[in-house]
Structure formats: C-alpha cells, structure tokens
C-alpha cells in the first residue's frame, strides 16, 4: 500500500498504527525475538528524527517496541545490539545495501521475522537512485523468501501521479494506493518572487544580469529572523547553502550581535555530531533560522516553522510542496516563498504560475532495468546467496541475458544450476547506490590535516578543481589542489570576494537509434548515445551580483559516458521556412538546446544537473541539424526517454519561456546556459523561437 497525500497529512501514523500493532503482539510471542520491522529513509535525518517519534509513540508499550537507528553513524559496539534485539530498524537504502544484506546470515533472526518494510518518502526514489534502491529491493525480497518471510510493503510518498504504478515498480510488487488528503491544515500564503535585473550590470555577452536568488534569499532570511519569525530556507546546493548562512549572519551582527548565533547551515558532507547537534537545536528553537539543502526537506518533523523560502525551483512540484509543507506543520498559517534563479524554467513559472498551482504532480522516472544498474546488483545478490535461473525473473528481463555477460566477464562463475560471486572483494561494493561512483573526495585541510568533508568522484571536476571557492560550516576555502588519484583534494582557508563555476565541452555520437517518428519532415528520436565531456575552465563570479570577473583555464582528463539521450533534426526547407540562415543556424540550435534543458525537469523528475545536450548545425552521424538532450548517468535514468513522450509539451514550453522573457537577445533567465563550455557563444533567441515554432507547427498531435 502506497500512501500519496499532502505535507503533515498523518502518513506517519498511517503506517506506525499497524507496524506498532504486530511489535506488541509479536513481544508476547513464545520466541525472544517476536515480529520485526524495516523502516527505510532517503536520508539520515528523517531516520532519525522517525525514531524520535516512534519513541514517543511507543512510550506506554514499554519494551514490547524496540527501534534503534542503523547507519553510518551508528557506533561499532551499538550494531550487534540492533541486530539483536532491535524489533524496529530505522536505516536508509544505502546501509540496506553495503551493510545489511551482504552479512545477512547476521541479521538473519531479524529477516525471518520481518512482517513490514517501510518506504518513507518513496517519491524521492527516481532517476539513477531509485532504479538502484529498486534492485535493493528486490534483493531483500529474495532474501526474506530464503528466511521464510514474506513483508508487507508500507509506501508513504507526497503527492504524485500514478504512485501506485511508481509504486509498484519500485518494490516489484503489487501496490493499493490510497491518495485521498481530508486532512485540516492551516492557510498558506504563496508567493512567487522574482529578483530585479540590475541595470548598471552586464553579463556575457552584453546580457542583463539578474539578482541572485542567494542574494534575495538572504535578504529575505534576515527580515525573517529580525521579526522573531521561525524559517528554513531550501537552497540546491551545498554552497548556496553555506553562502546563506553566512550572509545573513554578516546582515544581522548589523542589528542585533545575539542573531547571527541563531542562524546556521545545514547539508551533506558535515560530520555526524555536526548534524546531530544543528537538528537538536532545530528542534528546541534554539536556531531561528536555517539555511538548508534538501537533506532536511524530507518529512522531518519541525513543529513551529512559520516560513519555508526555497531558492529556486527545486526541480519537481513533489519537491516544491514538500519543502513548502515545513511550515505551519501545527495547523497554524504559514508563509512559503518561490525565489526564481536566473534559469529557464524559474523564469516560466513566475510567469506561468497555472504550470505551479493547477497542473497536476509529475510522474516519478526510473528504469531499474537499466544494465549500468542492475549488473552490479546481480554481483551483488550472487554473492549473498548464488543466483539460480529461478532468481532471475524477480530481477527483471533484461538479468538473464547480462548474466551471461558477467560470466563472460568472469565476475560471476557458474557451477552447477547456481551462479557465484568468486571475486574476493565485496561485490556491493562495485556500485554507488546514489549514482556518484567512484571513491568519494576527501577535502582537506592543506595547513592542518583535517578532513572537512567528502565530495562524490564524478562531482570532483566540478566542484574541487584547483582554484575552486569550497564552503563549510560558514568558512570559505580554496582548492589548491586536486588529486584525483589519490583523491584528495587540499584547501586553504581564504575569505574571496567570489565564488566559482565550471565550464565544459561536449561532444556527441549516436550509437543506436531505438525509436523515431516523423515531425513533418523532421525526425523527433530516441536511443542510445556516446558523449565526451571534459571540464576545460572555470569562470569568478562576484558573489551578491553574479557578475562575471574572469575566467581560467584547467586541464583536466575527459570522461566519456554511455547513455540515452533524445534528440531531433530540421531539414533545410524547415530552416528557410523559419527564415533561418546558415549565419544565425548555430546560434538558434544552441539557444533551443539550453532551453530545453532548462524547461525539462518541469516534464521528467530530474535536475538540470541530470541532464546535458548538444547542438550541432551539421551532425556527422544524422548529416542534419541536430539538438540532443541526454541523460547524464551510465545508461540513462529515464529522463530522456520521458522527454521523448512528452516532447510536444516540453518543446512548446521551451519556446513559451524564451519569448515571455523580456530581455532583448537572450540572458540566462531564457537562453543562456550557467555550465555552457562555448561562453553562451553562439546564441539567438529570435531564431530559437522561429525554429521551434515551425518545428511545432509540423508536429503530430500531443
């Protein structure tokens, strides 16, 4: 069963009534152990905040309920008691996977008594995660049928669409949704605020530059705190995060020396007591405000928020009531502000707001059957129990034909009717469940040693290149250097006046075509697809105004990178019927290109950041005009592919939002791209909008 309502709307109790029912009756059974529970959250802080509740709920049953938290925070000596004794076990898919499955024999008592697995916030589960947790999943499954049990899948979720077909694919098992919110709550005020563009300044290419929505956050944060009004604001980013925080600490130690105290940032990559004691003083008041990323948007209890700002749109409507719904969580009425960024789709929905308030959630994307995903995961479940042809349907289609290739590859041995994991180290370990891969980052402390924090392999490039700005703990650092063999990477403490953005380059080459249809005598297609990527400089940028200062070389290695993308074609007779000429072709291609990208997370739960495209005035491989758009994961996400069938929707948005913005040539609200390694060089947003309008007009119905 999948519970699928509104923000404070009582999931929780939804689940816990039956879960606490079954841990009661089962502490009466004959055997030392009785009934047990599994409870999974996207993140440590909704894990632990959860057993905060369930404690309290549990509180007149004395010890007939038993939960305990098992993470990468859990202390070494604790864990054999949670294995042992614990009946209710608050984990996370990550731990589920390297820590519980792969020493099942450990937990075994606890596996042959589990009667629920909770899914908390299960919208959360999409792209390249999701398709990963979805196979966890069905590891544990496979599991509880060896030790004889056979849980019920408890699924709570904000409202989406069709959460019962997510669901259901996300566990591999059929799933009842029940969507139906009768529950009271408190009037909320939205607001959708746009920042001013700054006459005096010029972006690239001559572009007027926008306010920065970390800039107006702050602002907003500081008139809050001021007025005694208790808020949390979302930011994307780590460094967004930490940027917020530190401004607002510097605006009001103006006002009032005891504010800036009240006022901190929370994200990934702190240490555990870090976060443990920013969430204590959360929860008591102590702290007024807060600048955070996502990590505390996911249903974590904090009673008395009366404000939520979310810098810029976080990517899916779920995401936007859920941080949304932080506030007024006690029935009281609350404040919720929209901050647009300088960026595409931002700039649409303050001006679109129907695309907001009347539309309905998106649907949640994932492809568990993705071979980058499920390969390891096979491994993975080999070495927990041999793998027989009979395991292979619970997998999916695609596992028998990629066992036989992991046997070719010598990663799985066949003996007998079972297959074997023979390799001696951990086969768990050959994939990241969150799609970073690689080893994580350390950063470090040049002068001292200390480490600060990690950052994903794959994020390394981008975020702690030799010259970077890192932020932590309010702190502002400079990459020195960075190893990526040894991967490390050493800062320097350093108070600039600017913060930093990577530039790359792409290329692309079509590997298969899957399917295509005719749009006139355009080709709309979708398939598989080989991308280059090399991150070649990185561009200063003043911090409250955004403006460009400079721009530096790097010299990095290049990544190439196998996936799905999709993409369509023009023929010549379309670009003299848009009055395209071969001058401007280049530079309407590429302004559709960034646009598109822009506009898709509003069609597919991605992030911009998830995707990535090309445009090419003559493509080698189509010998047309070419835009892609391509999923930036091993093997897809689904994102593309989503954009494939919903491309009538998601082109004509795209040509909405270039021709509602009022620049004059293009800017980064409409065309301009932020990680664009040409400079945003060539770009015309009247031919963009020409193009797609006669590409859209010769378009099958949507």
Not at 204 to 220: C, F, I, S, W, Y
Not at 404 to 421: F, I, N
Not at 497 to 510: G, K, L, N, Q, W
Not at 648 to 654: E, F, G, I, S, V
Request: glycine fraction near 8%.
């Amino acid at each position: 069963m999948v519970v699928a309502t509104g923000t404070a709307s009582g999931k929780s109790l939804a689940y816990l009534a039956p879960v606490l029912s079954a841990l009661a009756d089962g502490a009466e059974a004959p055997n030392r152990r009785g009934a047990t529970a599994l409870y999974l959250a996207p993140t440590k802080a909704l894990a632990a905040d959860q057993r905060r509740a369930v404690r309290a709920l549990a509180a007149p049953l004395g010890n007939a309920v038993r939960p305990a938290v098992y993470d990468g925070d859990t202390p070494v000596e604790e864990r054999e008691w949670v294995r042992q004794y614990a009946n209710y076990v608050l984990t996370n898919p990550d731990m589920l996977h390297r820590g519980i499955l792969p020493a099942h024999p450990r937990w075994s008592s606890f596996l042959r008594a589990l009667r629920y697995v909770v899914i908390d916030e299960c919208h959360t589960y999409r792209g390249v995660f999701g398709s990963h947790v979805a196979q966890v999943l069905r590891r544990l499954r496979r599991l509880c049928a060896r030790y004889g049990s056979d849980p019920v899948f408890l699924l709570a979720s904000a409202t989406a669409s069709d959460p019962a077909a997510a669901a259901s694919r996300l566990t591999g098992v059929p799933v009842t949704e029940v969507a139906d919110d009768a529950s009271p709550r408190g009037e909320v005020v939205f607001a959708l605020w746009e920042p001013p563009l700054l006459t005096e300044l010029r972006g690239e290419k001559g572009a007027p530059v926008r306010r920065t929505a970390t800039a107006e956050t702050a602002d907003l944060l500081t008139d809050l705190v001021v007025q005694g009004v208790r808020t949390v604001a979302f930011v994307r980013s780590r460094r967004g995060a930490e940027l917020i925080a530190v401004i607002a600490q510097e605006r009001l130690a103006e006002v009032n020396r005891s504010l800036p105290g009240r006022v901190a940032a929370y994200r990934g990559g702190y240490l555990p007591e870090e976060r443990r004691a920013l969430e204590r003083a959360l929860h008591s008041g102590e702290l007024l405000g807060l600048a955070a990323t996502t990590a505390l948007e996911l249903g974590v209890d904090v009673s008395g928020l009366d404000a939520v700002l979310i810098t810029g749109y976080p990517g899916t409507r779920a995401s936007l009531w859920q941080q949304a719904g932080r506030a007024g969580r006690a029935g009281q009425g609350a404040l919720a502000v929209l901050i647009a960024r300088d960026d595409p789709l931002d700039t649409y929905l303050v001006h679109h707001p129907e695309a907001l308030f009347r539309q309905p959630v998106e649907a949640t994307v994932l492809d568990p059957d993705n071979p980058y995903v499920l390969a390891p995961h096979l491994c993975a479940a080999a070495a927990e129990i041999p793998l027989t042809e009979a395991d292979l349907p619970l997998f999916g289609p695609a596992a028998a034909e990629l066992v036989t290739q992991l046997e070719a590859a010598k990663l799985l041995r066949r003996r007998a009717t079972a297959w074997h994991w023979t390799r001696r180290e951990r086969a768990s370990d050959l994939t990241d469940i969150r799609g970073g891969g690689g080893r994580p980052v350390q950063i470090v402390e040049a002068a001292t040693g200390r480490l600060l924090g990690t950052v994903d392999e794959s994020a390394a490039h981008t975020a702690v290149h030799d010259g970077a700005v890192h932020l932590h703990q309010g702190r502002t650092y400079l990459v020195k250097q960075l190893d990526l063999e040894d991967s490390v990477a050493l800062v320097e403490e350093s108070s600039p006046p600017f913060s930093t953005t990577a530039r790359d380059t792409t290329s692309i080459s079509v590997l298969e075509t899957e399917t295509e249809i005719p749009w006139g005598p355009a080709r709309l297609c979708f398939g598989s697809v080989e991308v280059t990527n090399q991150v070649v400089s990185y561009l200063r940028r003043k911090l409250i105004t955004g403006e460009v200062l400079g721009e530096a070389k790097l010299d990095l290695p290049p990544r190439t990178l196998r996936t799905r993308a999709v993409w369509w074609t023009v023929t010549e007779d379309q670009l003299d019927e848009a009055r395209i000429n071969p001058e401007i072709l280049g530079g309407a291609l590429h302004a559709a290109e960034h646009a598109s990208i822009g506009l898709l997370p509003l069609f597919a739960t991605c992030d911009r950041w998830d995707i990535g495209g090309v445009s090419v005035p003559l493509h080698p491989d189509t010998l047309l005009p070419t835009v892609f758009v391509y999923d930036g994961h091993p093997g897809g996400a689904g994102f593309a592919e989503r954009a494939f069938h919903t491309a009538h929707a998601w082109l004509t948005a795209t040509r909405d939002a270039i021709a509602s913005c009022e620049c004059e040539a293009g800017c980064p609200s409409c065309i301009q791209s932020p990680k664009c390694g040409n400079g945003n060089d060539p770009l015309h947003k009247r031919g963009a909008i020409r193009l797609l309008t006669r590409l859209l007009a010769q378009a099958p119905p949507p």
